[in-house]
Antibody, heavy 126, light 107 residues
Framework: QVTLRESGPALVKPTQTLTLTCTFSGFSLTTGGMCVSWVRQPPGKALEWLALIAWDDNKYYSTSLKTSLTISKDTSKNQVVLTMTNMDPVDTATYYC??????????????????WGQGTTVTVSS | EIVMTQSPATLSVSPGERATLSCRASQSVSRNLAWYQQKPGQAPRLLIYAASTRATDIPARFSGSVSGTDFILTISSLQSEDFALYYCQQYNNWPYSFGQGTKLEIK
């Protein structure tokens, strides 16, 4: 059974750095085709894709947030970490991690984001 | 960046009726599009990938189709549990992008 779980602070102050951890089980990020994304959703708003890290350690980012995001993986711990610098109240949202499976040498998330964590809510306020 | 535009924003349909949700890409995404369902307080759930392939355990009343850059999610006979938010997402180009969502509500 594949599961993912997000963890991190519920409250951060403006200008601080947010660090979120996605701990997963049931698959390995060393397996060809496996990827993990971060997606966020401000209250009452749409989903926004943030970043993806693939089994081959390639990383991809939202264009608008590229300068503030860093995604990394620790395959020994089955974890993916997202850091976001210079947090602002507009970054208040529920943050999700999600697994996707792709085709080696082809589309990274061909089979869609098939398993999601339950999400963690982050509020940015002084 | 590819912009995904969903219509309508809200769709009111009676149980047992058919619902048709639309998603248009601002440029070609081939068939690399997924549909997700989201209920209040829950994470999204994958319904369809590769434009028309149902994900595991998704009922056959959900179907996806594509014509060029226009994608359709059809729910053939609405059940009470189908009233929710629906999002499309392209994964053909970086960065990935979601539509703004369609709320499917009971008429």
């Amino acid at each position: 059974q594949v599961t993912l779980r997000e963890s991190g602070p519920a409250l951060v102050k403006p200008t601080q750095t947010l660090t979120l951890t996605c701990t997963f089980s049931g698959f390995s990020l060393t397996t060809g085709g496996m990827c993990v994304s971060w997606v966020r959703q401000p209250p009452g708003k749409a989903l926004e894709w943030l970043a993806l890290i693939a089994w081959d350690d390639n990383k991809y980012y939202s264009t608008s947030l590229k300068t503030s995001l860093t995604i990394s993986k620790d395959t020994s711990k089955n974890q993916v970490v997202l850091t976001m610098t210079n947090m602002d109240p507009v970054d208040t949202a529920t943050y999700y991690c999600a697994r996707s499976r792709g085709i080696v040498g082809g589309i990274r998330s061909y089979y869609g984001m098939d398993v999601w964590g339950q999400g963690t809510t982050v509020t940015v306020s002084s | 960046e590819i912009v995904m535009t969903q219509s309508p924003a809200t769709l009111s349909v009676s149980p047992g009726e058919r619902a048709t949700l639309s998603c248009r890409a601002s440029q070609s995404v081939s068939r690399n599009l997924a549909w997700y369902q989201q209920k209040p307080g829950q994470a999204p759930r994958l319904l369809i990938y590769a434009a028309s392939t149902r994900a595991t355990d998704i009922p056959a009343r959900f179907s996806g189709s594509v014509s060029g850059t226009d994608f359709i999610l059809t729910i053939s006979s609405l059940q009470s549990e189908d009233f929710a938010l629906y999002y499309c997402q392209q994964y053909n180009n970086w960065p990935y992008s979601f539509g703004q969502g369609t709320k499917l509500e009971i008429k």
